[in-house]
Every structure is written in structure tokens, then in C-alpha cells.
């Protein structure tokens, strides 16, 4: 059972979903009663740090529950701007941050895209900060073979998507307890480099995804 807040404003809305989570807690746990499920408590961060759930719903008080997170490198000036060396090594850094949870970690969106070219991702009609389309952004560059098809990405682009797929993957497996990529599949010929599928089918991500081509990537 997964619980992500859809907004908040401040401590009014976050006191609220606290108040949420824990009240949620024993039906999902004690759904038929007095007897404990194995089903598994995922809670989203609401965007705050990990010292801001400290101790929450924490064991032996609570059993099963899993904090989920989300970890995008593309929605800031700051981070859009990296280069894809420095790409690589933010992820990598992930690993550090996701053991400073008191439950254990889930990173339950992340993509290996380098850019906001995408269709929509800031929202509908709004333009991508990559291009300097979005408001107040300033160009770093074309969104042309960027996103779109995959059958636009070069060869170096698709090998670039597999190491920073990798080093994200390795870095959520070593700080956390795994990860999810968003999203399994977009429409077709749209933002594919969000797309599992069609990393799978283009190479940049393995069908075993534990066979990695640059395993000490984060080393």
C-alpha cells in the first residue's frame, strides 16, 4: 500500500499527513483484525529530508513500513546544468543521503534523462529549461536528440543513458532498498528516454538489470 501526499503548504498540511500515515497504519497492517499482514507500508517523504522523519513509524512500534523518495536531477537550474560527468557523480552521492533514513529507503521515481525536453514534464504548454523555453530559464542547449524517439538518440547519447542508469541504480541499491523507474512506458515517439521499455530495447538499460557494463562506475 503506497501513500504519496498530493501537495502541501507548509506544517498545517504536513502535521495532517502525518496524522494520515499512522492513522493508516493498523488497517493496513490489521486489515482482518487482531492478526498482523505482511503487507508492506510505503509512505512518500512529502519532499522533506530524511532528519524531518526521524524516528516516524519507526520498529518495533511499527513493522513494515517503507519511506519512498523521489530523485530527479532536472527540475532545478542548478542541477540542469551539470554536466553529464557531474551527472554521474551527484548520483552516485545518492547513496550517502538515502542511509541517513531511519526506515528503510525506496527510491520510487528516478529516469536517466539528462534534460526537461520531454512533452509536458514541467506541465502542459510549459517549455523546458534545457532550451530556456520554461520561464525565467536561461539556454543550455537544443533538445534535439535529446528526447523524442530513441531512433533520435546517437550512439554516444544511448551509451551515456546506460552508465547514468547504472550509477543510479547501483547508487538506490547501495544506500536503500531499490528503486523504481519512472515510467514504464510513454507514448511513442515522446520523451522515450524516460522509458523502460524502450531503454530495453534500445540498449541502455539491460534486460537483466543486474548486468551492468560499468559496475565501479561509482568507485
Excluded at 138 to 151: F, L, M, P, V, W
Aim: some cysteine.
Amino acid at each position: 500500500m503506497h501513500f504519496r501526499p498530493a501537495g502541501y503548504d507548509g506544517n498545517s498540511v504536513l502535521s495532517v499527513v502525518r496524522q494520515y500515515y499512522d492513522d493508516s497504519y493498523g488497517n493496513i497492517r490489521y486489515a482482518s483484525g487482531s492478526t498482523e499482514s505482511n503487507t508492506v507500508v510505503l509512505i512518500h517523504d512529502a519532499f522533506e529530508s530524511a532528519s524531518y522523519w526521524s524516528g516516524f513509524m519507526a520498529p518495533p512500534s511499527y513493522q513494515g513500513v517503507l519511506m519512498d523518495t523521489h530523485i530527479y536531477q532536472i527540475f532545478t537550474e542548478e542541477l540542469i546544468e551539470l554536466t553529464e560527468d557531474e551527472h554521474i557523480t551527484e548520483a552516485c552521492s545518492y547513496a550517502t543521503g538515502l542511509k541517513d533514513y531511519t526506515l528503510g529507503v525506496l527510491v520510487g521515481e528516478f529516469c536517466p534523462a539528462i534534460t526537461d525536453c520531454a512533452t509536458y514534464v514541467n506541465g502542459r504548454g510549459i517549455g523546458a529549461r534545457w532550451d530556456g523555453t520554461y520561464p525565467g530559464s536561461t539556454y543550455i542547449g537544443s533538445c534535439d536528440g535529446y528526447s523524442g524517439s530513441a531512433s533520435s538518440f546517437s550512439s554516444d547519447y544511448k551509451t551515456y543513458l546506460r552508465k547514468y542508469w547504472e550509477a543510479q541504480t547501483i547508487a538506490y541499491e547501495a544506500g536503500g532498498d531499490g528503486w523504481i523507474q519512472w515510467t514504464w512506458k510513454t507514448e511513442a515517439g515522446y520523451g522515450e528516454e524516460w522509458s523502460y521499455s524502450a531503454g530495453l530495447a534500445n540498449g541502455w538499460i539491460p534486460q537483466d538489470p543486474t548486468n551492468r557494463l560499468y559496475p565501479t562506475i561509482c568507485s
